[in-house]
């Protein structure tokens, strides 16, 4: 069922990744710029993410010798360089997600290239070196976004949704790798319930929301393809949801033949892959359209 399935190491059946977007407090911050400081809950609430959801996720990735990605604002870089040390201390990727948690659509390409190469630069002060992969606030990527990840030699980007495994995107000034990403793994729709940036999810108990995810690595596994949660510190990073996944994380390693790898070593695989002449990826081209389709 997966028409262009991708040889994984040692004969893993599914490639794997449980990504974090480390939003921490931007979120208020980008949503009431006016008075952020003032609401001292959703402050609050992201800032569990850096201080409490990240060490207890670093622990359980330990436990099980596991490599994984996190996407940072560039903010969020400067605000808590300590947890920033604590995952780069142990040997996980961290990418590019803004710098303030903007998204791309609301600005023209000026502000996009300021904003972005601002993020930059806040990698290179606070990590010590630059990123090889993107994620865009709340997957709004944009042309200019890709133009710019592929001037700054960026390896992959991860916000689209167009195949079940990773693929090539292509434009006149260049490529990078597709990893892609689906709201069926994402647990802003199961957990996020945050009024002051407009949602207001029907929040689940952890072991209804977390089943979905199971779900879709159970038809991953199966069809030799490829799993990746897209999940939030300050969401599941909470003590019931990450005691679940650790079990899961457990289980999985003692009963699947599966690949736990950061994206960086994923794209890796397969750009090798394909130059070995092993693997042909489908390619998109983009941009898919040209100027406004409805007029």
């Not at 002051?196 to 779900?215: D, K, N, T």
């Amino acid at each position: 069922m997966i028409a262009n399935p991708i040889p994984w190491p040692n004969g893993a059946r599914c490639a794997c990744a449980i990504t974090f977007d480390m939003d921490a407090d931007s979120l208020i911050h980008i949503a009431k710029p006016e008075d952020s400081h003032r609401r001292l809950y959703p402050i609050s609430m992201g800032k569990y993410g850096p201080t409490v959801g990240v060490p207890r996720i670093l622990e359980t990735y330990r436990k099980y010798g596991l490599k994984q990605s996190f996407f940072i604002p560039g903010w969020c870089l400067e605000q808590y360089p300590e947890t920033v040390e604590a995952i780069l201390k142990d040997g996980h990727e961290i990418g590019h997600h803004g710098y303030l948690h903007e998204n791309p659509t609301s600005m023209g390409a000026e502000k996009q290239r300021e904003l972005f190469e601002r993020a930059l630069q806040a990698h290179k002060n606070i990590c010590g070196s630059l990123p090889r992969g993107y994620r865009a606030p709340v997957y709004d990527i944009t042309p200019e976004v890709v133009d710019l990840l592929i001037e700054h030699d960026f390896a992959y980007e991860s916000s689209m949704m167009a195949d079940d495994v990773p693929y090539l995107l292509k434009t006149d000034r260049g490529q990078l790798w597709e990893i892609p990403v689906h709201w069926g793994e994402d647990d802003w729709p199961p957990f996020a319930h945050y009024e002051e940036i407009g949602y207001l999810m029907p929040v689940r108990a952890p072991s209804r929301g977390l089943q979905a995810f199971w779900e879709e690595f159970e038809a991953q596994y199966e069809f030799g393809g490829f799993f990746m949660l897209i999940l939030h510190p300050f969401l599941t990073g909470r003590l019931a949801r990450w005691r679940l996944v650790d079990s899961w994380i457990e289980q999985t390693l003692r009963t699947k033949e599966v690949w736990f790898a950061t994206l960086e070593d994923i794209t890796r695989h397969i750009a090798e892959l394909q130059a070995a002449g092993r693997y042909e990826p489908r390619i998109d081209k983009l941009p898919y359209y040209d100027g406004p389709v409805a007029e």
